[in-house]
């Protein structure tokens, strides 16, 4: 977690945010909401490993089409 200023609101004291008209949230809808964030981080590393074999996939493709039995490029 960064304590830079990306992220000072984490770090926002009570009265920087009691005047912003949002109340104290209720812990049941706070752990949907956590639920929800989870998902979301569940979801994004499932995208990410995703991306990496199609690019895996990309460059071996790619490779076979450029490879010829004289001449072979191999892109890394």
């Known amino acids: 977690m960064w304590v830079g200023n990306a992220h000072r609101s984490l770090y926002a004291k009570r009265s920087e945010y009691s005047d912003t008209g949002l109340g ?20 994004e590393g499932e995208l ?5 074999l199609r690019q895996k996939q990309y460059k071996y493709y790619l490779n076979k089409l450029v490879c010829s039995s004289s001449i072979c490029i191999v892109f890394v």
């Open 24 to 43: 104290n949230v209720a812990l049941p809808i706070q752990e949907e909401i956590v639920k929800i964030l989870d998902t979301f981080t569940e979801l």
């Open 48 to 52: 990410e490993a995703e991306l990496q």
